[in-house]
């Protein structure tokens, strides 16, 4: 990352399936493990928008708005919690190829609506990248019950109380990305997911078991630079 960045996450959804940690080994790169909770790994899918998205110390009203979703899972790297990033599919064709060479980041290009109304959000996806596996997401997802503050859940603070990410460089290094931001307030979630082929474009079949829904109205987020790990 060439400069720190600031942003708002809005209207996520965290699509939760425990699995097999024999499934995600294969997929991580060497110097990552895979993190369990209860003796089990985790991938999510996440929709969500990014917004006023700027260089650090920029006027908000000069951000733009990415909506975005990625597929992640959870790791550890000499002990410290993190999340790895399979793949990143977001709108805009600029900000896709920048957090590619810069951010070194599996972005892909897609066309992406999201549309909140009425205490529901409409989220759907069609990856459009040259070359890419297809990937389709597309769900209406809500809010229900009372907010959960995450560090005080052992399944939500697992799952969303990490504040660093890995990736992997075209040339096979590692590197790492601090991110800062106020602990979460989730809700439980009811998510009417009509299509997800975004793990299977990652090399992933759907697990059987159901998964476990969160939303977040949001918060805002400051990611460092970029950095060999």
């Not at 009372?146 to 697992?158: G, H, N, T, V, Y």
Request: net charge neutral; charged share 25%.
């Amino acid at each position: 990352m060439v400069v720190p960045l600031q942003m708002g996450w809005r209207h996520l959804l965290f699509e939760n399936w425990p699995v097999d940690p024999a499934v995600l080994e294969p997929h991580l790169p060497r110097n990552l493990t895979v993190d369990e909770h209860d003796g089990r790994g985790w991938l999510s899918v996440v929709p969500f928008t990014n917004v006023a998205v700027r260089p650090q110390g920029c006027p908000r009203r000069l951000g733009v708005r990415l909506p975005e979703i990625n597929l992640r899972t959870y790791v550890r790297r000499d002990g410290e919690p993190a999340v790895y990033f399979f793949s990143l599919d977001a709108q805009g064709i600029a900000s896709v190829l920048g957090a590619r060479l810069f951010h070194h980041l599996p972005y892909y290009y897609a066309r992406i609506a999201l549309e909140s109304r009425g205490g529901r959000v409409r989220f759907s996806s069609r990856r459009k990248h040259p070359g890419a596996r297809p990937a389709v997401y597309e769900a209406t997802y809500r809010p229900t019950g009372e907010p959960i503050s995450a560090p005080d859940d052992p399944l939500a603070r697992f799952l969303v109380e990490r504040y660093r990410f890995y990736t992997e460089a075209p040339d096979g290094t590692l590197r790492q990305t601090r991110v800062d931001h106020e602990p979460w307030t989730l809700y439980p979630a009811a998510a009417d997911v009509e299509t997800n082929t975004i793990l299977r474009a990652n090399g992933f079949e759907i697990p059987e078991s159901e998964p476990v829904y969160y939303y977040s109205p949001g918060l805002d987020v400051q990611a460092a630079r970029s950095e060999s790990a």
